[in-house]
């Protein structure tokens, strides 16, 4: 089969790279599978990508796994020197604020939104989401300071590496976030963008649609 495909639901990480194909006004195939047994954990999804998890993608039969990953390759393919960097030292910053991302601030926004939006409320787990909340707020002041200089991470454009933070923690702007000035305003340019709000809706739509059993599962299997 040829073309791109991108497997997962938009509530997952796929969100990540529907984002990044609608930025680049990419022709693509969505395969919204949900995660575990029925979806990503079964024979045929995991012939595919052996780590059973989501998102990943095939371009015209090249299979690749990590979110991350896929924005970064499909912003290389299409787009050098516009969304992704061209000059040596700017792209070393997208990958260092992609790193970044993964490393700092991805499983706490994750727990904080599990335990804070989307679990049902009796159900919501309180030192869970006050521990995330601890964990994200040093990073979340030095990305604050990071675009407090300039509209974006790498200067006046928007690149990967805005989209690569700003898809991490997009479930970060249901908090408080007055303490981040400069982070909040940033987050809401990034989300902004015509192609966030079309990835946004099928995120939206799935998360609606996802039922607190799934939600529990999600917690479960996530250990989130
Ligand atoms: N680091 C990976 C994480 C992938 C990941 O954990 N995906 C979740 C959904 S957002 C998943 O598939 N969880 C279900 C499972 O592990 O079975 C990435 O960024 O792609």
Redesign the pocket.
């Known amino acids: 089969m040829s073309g791109l495909r991108i497997y997962?639901i938009a509530?997952?990480?796929?969100f990540?790279a529907l984002w990044v194909a609608e930025e680049l006004g990419l022709a693509y195939e969505h395969l919204p599978i949900e995660?575990?047994e029925a979806g990503?954990?079964s024979p045929e999804f995991l012939a595919i990508n052996p780590?059973?998890?989501?998102?990943?993608i095939e371009d015209d039969g090249f299979v690749l796994?990590?979110?991350?990953?896929?924005t970064l390759y499909l912003a290389k393919k299409h787009s050098t020197g516009r969304l992704y960097p061209a000059a040596l030292q700017d792209e070393a910053k997208a990958w260092q604020w992609s790193f970044w991302a993964?490393a700092e601030v991805?499983r706490g926004v994750?727990i904080w939104s599990l335990h804070a939006v989307r679990l049902p409320p009796a159900e919501q787990d309180a030192a869970k989401r006050d521990e995330a909340l601890k964990v994200i707020a040093a990073p979340f002041r030095i990305l604050d300071a990071a675009v407090a200089p300039h509209p974006y991470l790498l200067g006046n454009e928007f690149t990967v590496a805005d989209l690569n933070v700003a898809a991490v923690i997009s479930r970060a702007i249901d908090m408080d976030l007055s303490t981040v000035p400069n982070l909040k305003a940033w987050l809401t340019r990034c989300l902004d963008r015509p192609a966030a709000r079309a990835a946004l809706a099928l995120k939206h739509k799935a998360d609606i649609e996802t039922s607190a059993d799934v939600t529990r599962r999600?917690a479960q299997?996530?250990r989130l």
């Open positions: 997962g509530r997952t990480r796929a990540r995660i575990g990503a954990r780590n059973g998890r989501l998102p990943f796994f990590e979110s991350l990953a896929i993964i991805d994750n999600i299997i996530n």
